[in-house]
Nanobody, 125 residues
């Protein structure tokens, strides 16, 4: 599976960005899709995920109510709509996929075997 994220950029606090991730998998709908982020000097953190079933209700507490993940199985795409951005959202954002994720492991990056190159999101104050 090849993943390619795009849509990052520089935005002022309170602004919005939409990240996109294109996947090459022929059985795209069989994969759990996640977004993670890594700020300078910090570990990579879970942001949001959609399960194979289409349940897209997994969010980090820090982004609940501001970010929305969605997937389009017909287009092999996963999106992350980010609203009310804060300077602490500044990070490199990565999309990830795997077909063996279960609910208890969905937040952990080491369970995802497929990763795209990141896209930089910078939020200025």
């Amino acid at each position: 599976v090849q993943l390619q994220a795009s849509g990052g950029g520089l935005v002022q606090a309170g602004g919005s960005l939409r990240l996109s991730c294109a996947a090459s998998a022929r059985t795209f709908r069989g994969y759990t899709l996640g977004w993670f982020r890594q700020a300078p000097g910090k570990e990579r953190d879970f942001v949001a995920a959609c399960k194979q079933s289409g349940t897209c209700t997994y969010y980090a507490d820090s982004v609940k109510g501001r970010f929305t993940i969605s997937r389009d199985n017909a287009k092999n795409m996963v999106y992350l709509e980010m609203n009310n951005l804060k300077p602490e959202d500044t990070a490199v954002y990565y999309c990830a996929a795997d077909n063996r994720i279960i609910s208890s492991t969905i937040h952990y990056d080491n369970y995802y075997n497929y990763w795209g190159l990141g896209t930089q999101v910078t939020v200025s104050s």
